[in-house]
């Protein structure tokens, strides 16, 4: 009986979990894109970061418009710019132009270099390099923008759906979302923008346009 019992509550508990990952799955379109239909490494990667995944507001990508200038400031106080091609917390060579694609995600282009956003290497890996280089139209060059809260949004490349922009020692990486300062970022509009289209309020993905906070 207490054999039968045991296994009677490991079932019970297995059964759970599975509903929890299904829910936690769909109402997370990036982990979803992550995991697939891999129940176990969505429990798994609830059980480190779970209870910061809950809090954040980043199951939609946004729409802030067809294409827009804007500096990338974090919660923590950097500047994402350039020190040659390597994307550094700087303000030297700061100013980046958005352009929306037919995916959802956005090129970024660096304006004075005319370089891209990209992950070394596509890599997926945490703590990959962020640099620019030739537009080749990989997901490595291809970003999604989540909102985090009013005018503060996290960044993730399409080639890394667990990765997100992040501050990290005098560099700029795509590293495991924790919701720390350093993965929080403004979008500051250069005041010559020409964006178009319907932003996402925070229910979904009507409503007026989301556009970068003006300096």
């Known amino acids: 009986y207490m054999i039968r019992s045991r296994y009677m509550s490991m079932y019970l508990l297995r059964f759970h979990h599975q509903l929890f990952a299904s829910y936690y799955l769909s109402n997370n379109a990036d982990l979803k894109a992550a995991f697939g239909t891999n129940k176990v490494s969505a429990i798994n990667h609830f059980g480190s970061y779970g209870y910061k995944e809950i809090t954040r507001k980043v199951a939609k990508p946004e729409n802030l418009g067809s294409t827009f200038e804007a500096k990338m400031v974090s919660s923590s106080g950097s ?30 282009k660096n304006k004075s270099t005319g370089q891209v956003l990209d992950v070394y290497a596509g890599s997926a890996d945490s703590g990959a390099n962020i640099q620019t280089y030739t537009s080749n139209a990989t997901n490595a060059q291809k970003w999604y923008i989540f909102k985090y809260a009013s005018g503060q949004y996290v960044i993730r490349s399409k080639c890394a759906p667990l990765r997100v922009m992040t501050i990290s ?46 300096t």
């Open 169 to 214: 020692s005098g560099n700029v990486v795509s590293s495991t979302y924790t919701g720390a300062k350093t993965q929080i970022f403004s979008l500051k509009a250069l005041g010559n923008n020409t964006t178009g289209g319907s932003g996402n309020t925070d229910s979904g993905n009507t409503g007026s346009s989301s556009q970068p906070t003006t």
């Open 79 to 108: 500047t994402v710019g350039l020190t040659g091609t390597n994307v550094t917390p700087t303000n030297n060579l700061s100013e980046w132009v958005f352009t929306l694609n037919s995916d959802g995600t956005y090129t970024i």
